[in-house]
């Protein structure tokens, strides 16, 4: 295990964990600015046996004249940035893997927030003339693309990125969005994202970042997330807000418990995490549920989730630590907060925390209103159709039960579909079924915005805002395209493999995924504001693979093979054969000029 200690200026609060560093700054007016950083780390038990782990940096600096010229903890590669490119917001994410939205959930913030596409995904909002905002992008690509060690600037084109208006929160047409679903997720890109950290890995909650356990899980998507964020009334007074996340779904080393009444393959596995000194479990609803059941006879949850005692004796599961402070959700069956602070442990002290069930938990995770799931139609070459299947969930039908006494109870959802431009979509074939039923389009399409694709110019954009009755079961999206033609120089090396149609996104406006806990009065950080905010269930869906008509890249080998061989052998025949022809001549007329001299010089000897 390791230990942690407290040097200089160094502040360490733990909240399941959390760290605070600060540190200022004279600017020279005799004015003060504070420069902030907060590490967290979150853990959740998952009900497919795996734990999900959520790291969460934030940094802060104000946005001041000094501003990417002298820091203390704020990283200056970013602030340049932010600088040069007149950056308002921006986005940056390389995920391996894909967030199982049925097992792990999707109507929670992390879920929300952190579940990305496969790939790449870069959004930026910048802050120039519109005339300005594509040549902004492109020089964001190249610097992305140096500073983290990836092919970010293959977002350059403009047949790789678009600008969408209704499904991200963008300034007038100023937000580039853009995805590589191909791109390779290695140890180099997270190093350049380590360093951005003040103390890197040596130090702090990203000391625990093992790469092989992070690259041998399930799922885990590093994120990098600036916004600017203003103190007060004078636009001067604005701050430059840095954060970096990294979730990983992993499955845990099975720590036997003893148990003699079930089998251990029934069982949550028990972990423990040593090297920490702070942790902060957050276990879901469906699970809060079963624990309560189970713990009917004790004592029933106190109201404000301070009652340490009560969680202590749980039936579910044991903690071999208690915790300092408990926060519950304010709705019934919901989530639990455990809170372990540094600060009332000693800086010599090692803290080790392990979970330990007892009993078979049956859970399930809250979902999103709606499931969807993409796939592709019809064979061959030439034609196909894209589907988006949008299934209900628990969450729709609770609606349903809430709002029974309004016979058009409706909500609505956000459809963004990028196509590739080879990717020839027929916008007019757009068809929706709901409930297995064919619609007419207006009945449940409110707005409708498409930006059809321009070959090798622009990829084709389709944004939909649906409004779908509360009793809805599923509906379905078909749409039909045409596959394209490259040039040679287009295809990439593993052609046959196929050609990526980036994720749709789905998202439900009317559905909040905040978290909302008793007690108020709380000192929150940065990590309990992200869990209650109140923002819009996002989900992805799949890459699809499409397979294109590709040529015989073997022809041309063949050809420049054949060909080469056969003008290596005439023309090597033919040299060879005239220059030994030539050598011959001069051999027999040398032998024979010498042959007479000789004669000549001795005529009685015998020539032979």
Known sequence: MALLSRKGTLFMLFLFSIFLLSASASNGSGEEEEEEFWEELLLKPLPDRKVLSHFHFQNEAPLS?????HHHLFPK?????????????????????????ERWGGFDPISSHNAKPPGVELWAVFDVPPHQVDASWKDLTHALSGLFCASINFLESSTTYSAPKWTFQSALGSLRYGTLPREAVCTENLTPWLKLLPCRDK??????????????SFYHSQRLHLTQAKTGADPKNSRVVLEQTLTV????????????????????????????????INVERGLVTQLENLQSSTAT??????????????VGFELSVNPDRVLKEVEKSSSILYEYPIKVHKDSEQFD??????????????????????????????RGAIAICMKSTESTQGLVAANYVD??????????????????????????????KPQVLTDFVERMRVSPSEDKVSPGLMELVLKLPCEVKS???????????????????DANQGFDIPSAIISFPDFNAGLQFSDNSISKTPMLSKLQERSPVISYTEVLLVPLTTPDFSMPYNVITITCTVFALYFGSLLNALRRRVGEEERCLNDKGNTQLFQFLHPKTQVT
Not at 203 to 216: N, T
Not at 408 to 436: G, S
């Open 203 to 216: 130090a702090g909650l990203s000391a625990l970042m093992d790469r092989p356990s992070i690259y041998k």
């Open 353 to 382: 925390l392990g979970i330990t069930w007892k009993h078979p938990v049956i859970w399930s995770t809250p979902h999103a209103p709606l499931y969807a799931s993409r796939f592709l139609m019809g064979s061959g070459n030439e």
């Open 301 to 314: 949850f106190a109201a404000n989730g301070t009652n340490l005692d009560d969680f202590g004796r749980n």
């Open 77 to 101: 590669s970013i602030a340049q940035l932010v600088k040069k490119f007149h950056i308002k917001a921006m986005e940056l994410s390389f995920t391996q893997g894909r967030w199982n939205y």
């Open 249 to 280: 779904v992993l499955q845990p080393n099975i720590l036997t418990g003893g148990t003699n009444y079930v089998s251990e393959a029934k069982m949550q596995p028990s972990w423990s995490l040593s090297s920490i000194f702070g942790r902060k």
């Open 65 to 69: 004249d000094s501003f990417a010229r």
């Open 475 to 493: 509906a379905v999206l078909n749409i039909e395209f045409d596959k394209g033609f490259l040039h040679i120089d287009e295809y990439p090396p």
């Open 407 to 436: 016979q058009r109870c409706n909500f609505q959802v956000n459809v963004l579909q990028i196509v590739p431009w080879y990717i020839k979509v027929y916008y007019h074939t757009l068809q929706l079924f709901v409930d297995e």
